[in-house]
């Protein structure tokens, strides 16, 4: 059964780079039947879709975010990236990772438990 | 991209049916036939329950529905459950390989 699982980075300091990874386990990211994308949740609002990753390299961005937003896959093909650059408070969030289907249809299924990243010097 | 238009909350008897709105666009909701809604539970992460407008993934009761008209969607939760009582929150595609998420929707089951 696929099971994914953030990086546990907790607290960024405004203006740096927040980094997480979430690690694939009971399948394999270099399938090319799935993508794999990052959502985050701010404490007590709604979902928004971050960005996704084709096993191949091919990148698909939020355009709201899309000038911070780096997401990378790992030469193990068992871990994929994110990294968010100069983060500020309402950067604060859940993040979560999770496989979908194709960059149309975006059927998220199953997601990560989440990881909560707080924004705060 | 905007978000899609949730009500707030929502809120039915055990044995009742609901049904929670998602409005969009003809930019989003109204132009593909890729909506999806996710359950989710206090402190857990989203569950998938309906996608491509209608259908459901194995293992989530009938007892959920979607449908859409127009720029429309809508969840349908009949047979009201106590389990059932969570947070929903309806995507849509929106072109240019971008998805947009409505803003929630509270079930409470009275």
């Known amino acids: 059964q696929l099971q994914l699982q953030e990086s546990v980075p907790g607290l960024v300091k405004p203006s740096e780079t927040l980094s997480l990874t979430c690690t694939v386990s009971?399948?394999?990211?270099?399938?090319?039947?799935?993508?794999w994308g990052w959502i985050r949740q701010p404490p007590g609002k709604g979902l928004e879709w971050i960005g996704s990753?084709?096993?191949?390299?091919?990148?698909y961005y939020n355009p709201s975010l899309k000038s911070r937003v780096t997401i990378s896959v790992d030469t193990s093909k068992t871990q994929f990236s994110l990294k968010l650059r100069s983060v500020i408070a309402a950067d604060t969030a859940v993040y979560y990772c999770?496989?979908?289907?194709?960059?149309?249809?975006?059927?998220?299924?199953?997601w990560g438990p989440g990881t909560l990243v707080t924004v705060s010097s | 991209q905007s978000a899609l238009t949730q009500p707030p909350s929502a809120s039915g008897s055990p044995g009742q049916s609901v049904t929670i709105s998602c409005t969009g666009t003809?930019?989003?909701?109204?132009?593909?036939?890729?909506v999806s809604w996710y359950q989710q539970h206090p402190g857990k992460a989203p569950k998938l329950m309906i996608y491509?407008?209608?259908k459901r993934p194995s293992g989530v009761p009938d007892r959920f529905s979607g449908s859409k008209s127009d720029s429309t969607a809508s969840l349908t939760v009949s047979g009201l459950q106590t389990e059932d009582e969570a947070d929903y929150y309806c995507?849509?595609?929106?072109?240019?390989?971008?998805?947009?998420f409505g803003g929630g929707t509270e079930l409470t089951v009275l």
């Open positions: 999770a496989r979908h289907s194709t960059v149309t249809s975006f059927i998220f299924d199953p």
């Open positions: 009971g399948g394999s990211i270099s399938s090319s039947t799935y993508y």
């Open positions: 990753l084709f096993y191949d390299g091919r990148t």
């Open positions: 003809s930019s989003d909701v109204g132009g593909y036939n890729y």
């Open positions: 491509e407008v209608s």
């Open positions: 995507s849509s595609y929106a072109g240019s390989n971008n998805v947009v």
